[in-house]
Nanobody, 125 residues
Framework: VQLQASGGGLVQAGGSLRLSCAAS????????MAWFRQAPGKEREFVAA???????TYTDSVKGRFTISKDNAKNTVYLQTNSLKPEDTAVYFC????????????????????WGQGTLVTVSS
């Protein structure tokens, strides 16, 4: 499976971006797909995940502002980011797991088998 993330850019605080992650190589109908992010000098952190049957999980700091969704026909996962804040500035990575993950494990980067190259989101104040 290859993952290609796109959609990052420079946006003012309060703005929005839609990130996309296109999967190729095989379908991801049985995967859990997720977005992580890594800010300069910080560790990679979980942002959101969506299961094969559409159940979503979010980290607390993005609840109500970000929405993860997927289009199985296009093999693409999206992250709609609204009301962006300077602290959302980071490289955003998409990831996919080979197997179903229970909710308590979806935020663990080590559970994911495939990673995209990342797309940079910069939010100016």
């Amino acid at each position: 499976v290859q993952l290609q993330a796109s959609g990052g850019g420079l946006v003012q605080a309060g703005g929005s971006l839609r990130l996309s992650c296109a999967a190729s190589g095989r379908t991801f109908g049985n995967y859990v797909m997720a977005w992580f992010r890594q800010a300069p000098g910080k560790e990679r952190e979980f942002v959101a995940a969506v299961t094969n049957n559409g159940i979503t999980t979010y980290t607390d700091s993005v609840k109500g502002r970000f929405t993860i969704s997927k289009d199985n026909a296009k093999n693409t996962v999206y992250l709609q980011t609204n009301s962006l804040k300077p602290e959302d500035t980071a490289v955003y990575f998409c990831a996919a797991s080979n197997s179903y993950l229970i909710s308590s494990t979806r935020s663990s980067a080590s559970r994911y088998d495939y990673w995209g190259q990342g797309t940079l989101v910069t939010v100016s104040s």
